[in-house]
């Protein structure tokens, strides 16, 4: 698995699982049959042809063309804890994650139940650098599917909006409902919100997707703008993102990432009824270096859970991924003063945009990370000086200065301009390394601020 390092839970994900299919849980998941049609049908048949043969467990999950049926029912009703707690039971079975992504953790159903071709809308997010954000990707890491949910879409507002809508309106046939502005939204970094309708294509049922236009890069609004961590999980056109992986899908917990109000515990409840817990920062016996909330991350750090999707048949983005990965963020404890006793905390996530001429992408950067602010921007300073070199001194712009590394850019950039995103992740290692010989003890432990 890349990113994360998942550990086993003593609450048993899959005995939930099986709680929920054998009508025990009081509050049954309604939506279960939704999702055993998109994860049994592709193996109906095997089970009706074959008959699987005596043998143990072990033999189920690791003698699979001979056991196939099996192992195919057995991997449904197991949870990330125990899948990543059968990894290291023995050599057999180490490579049983990789070897049920494919079925397991598979986009291209789920996306089928809200457009006709699920690898056209990935070609067209890698296009348009767009993500798939909200309950969409919560249920897709969770291998669950709420009958109510709809497919929101974040993009940058601009070019890449507008194609994006187009596409939905004369491709897929959406129908354009309503349009509402960040006001109606309870999220920081939105411009406006495009609402389509279309019939799904699993029960002729009216399915919901929502174009969210962003004023920066669409991660930077996920970041900054979700109410608690579980639904802080994205996906892009070739991978799937989970920022706190280990709480939400294992522990089945989720912390508050802004202030509380009635507003946001609405939503809380709607989660608690889905399983999770809510809590409002963790308790001081449960920070450690391992935790994913800590002062300074990025999108694809060893913390995350990344899944690669199957893009056999997708187009394949001219961005390149680090332009995403190399995004950082911080996570700061707050706590409300007005009354000294009945103080309560909640998480704050700071992501800044950063852009520069030396580079053709945006980038979040946060103040508790100097890489972008310090380390990059004085290698990008050299970089840009020297391009700007190469321009002749009549076109040369007059900003081309270090102290003006940030500005608009030019309206156009000669032939001889050469970008600098491709030496990011080499710089961050550099910048990782020298972090690692000058260590500052607990500096992983988020900040205290006052409100």
Not at 47 to 60: A, H, I
Not at 296 to 315: G, K, M, T
Request: charged fraction near 25%.
């Amino acid at each position: 698995m890349s990113g994360v390092e998942l550990t086993r839970s003593g609450t048993g994900d899959a005995l939930v699982r099986r709680t929920r299919v054998s009508g025990h849980n009081q509050n049954k998941d309604t939506s279960f049959s939704e999702e055993q049609h998109f994860r049994q049908q592709s193996h109906q048949d095997d089970f009706q042809q074959q008959t699987p043969s005596r043998g143990s467990v072990l033999d189920f999950l690791t003698e699979q063309e001979q056991h196939y049926p099996v192992f195919r029912r057995l991997c449904f009703y197991l949870g990330i804890a125990e899948i990543i707690a059968l990894t290291r039971t023995c050599r057999k079975l180490s490579s049983l994650y990789r070897q049920i992504l494919k079925f397991e953790w598979n986009i291209l159903p789920r996306l089928r139940r809200f457009v006709d071709n699920p690898e056209g809308l990935l070609s067209k997010l890698g296009q348009c650098e767009a993500l798939i954000s909200g309950s969409f990707a919560l249920q897709f890491f969770e291998r669950v599917t709420w009958r109510e949910s709809d497919l929101d879409l974040f993009v940058r507002d601009g070019n890449g909006a507008e194609d994006l809508c187009e596409y939905l309106e004369n491709v897929e046939k959406c129908e354009l409902v309503s349009i509402n502005d960040n006001e109606s939204y309870s999220m920081v970094d939105l411009v406006v919100t495009q609402t389509y309708t279309r019939l799904s294509n699993l029960d002729g049922s009216s399915c919901k997707i929502q174009v969210v236009r962003t004023e920066f890069i669409p991660v930077q609004a996920i970041l900054r703008g979700f109410y608690t961590s579980a639904v802080i999980n994205f996906i892009s056109w070739n991978k799937a993102y989970s920022m706190f992986p280990s709480p939400t899908f294992i522990d089945h917990k989720t912390y508050l990432t802004r202030k509380p109000d009635d507003y946001l515990g609405g939503l809380l409840a709607k989660y608690s009824e889905r399983g999770w817990r809510s809590q409002e920062v963790l308790w001081p016996e449960e920070e450690k270096s391992s935790h994913p909330i800590q002062r300074s991350r990025r999108v694809a750090d060893r913390l995350s859970w990344i899944i690669p999707l199957d893009v056999r048949n997708v187009s394949w983005s001219r961005t390149p991924d680090s332009a995403l990965e190399y995004a950082t963020f911080s996570i700061a404890k707050c706590r409300s003063l007005p009354d000294p006793i009945d103080r309560h905390f909640h998480y704050e996530i700071a992501a800044s945009a950063f852009t520069s001429m030396a580079l053709k992408h945006g980038y979040t950067h946060t103040d508790c990370s100097d890489f972008f602010l310090t380390f990059a921007a004085e290698r990008l300073s050299s970089l840009l000086f020297l391009e700007c070199l190469k321009i002749n001194p009549a076109e040369r712009p007059a900003f081309h200065f270090p102290s003006q590394l940030r500005g608009g850019g030019l309206a156009s950039y000669p032939q001889t301009w050469r970008f600098c995103d491709d030496q990011i992740p080499k710089w961050y290692e550099a910048w990782e390394k020298m972090k690692l010989s000058n260590p500052d003890e607990q500096s992983w432990v988020p900040k205290i601020i006052d409100e």
